[in-house]
């Protein structure tokens, strides 16, 4: 997400908390299981209930992770 232009989030069902569950583990694979498509050519879980795609316009560092404001798209 550092240098990346565009973010994509996939908005999951309560059917869904494993992927969740995985997409919020560091030191994993968060692609290597799953069903995944793209949008805007970024990743995002297939089977979601919805997805934003956005382009970055603002990086705000906070502790050990960055908060990223986008500008949805579609």
């Known amino acids: 997400v550092g240098a990346c232009r565009t973010v994509s989030v996939s908005l999951l069902a309560h059917d869904q908390v494993e992927v969740a569950r995985r997409c ?9 299981e799953g069903d995944w498509a793209t949008l805007g050519g970024d990743p995002v879980v297939a089977g979601a209930v919805a997805w934003l795609h956005g382009a970055v316009v603002h990086r705000i560092d906070v502790a050990s992770s960055t908060l990223v404001v986008a500008r949805v798209l579609e």
Do not use: E, K, L, S
């Open 24 to 32: 919020a583990t560091r030191g994993v694979d968060r692609f290597a």
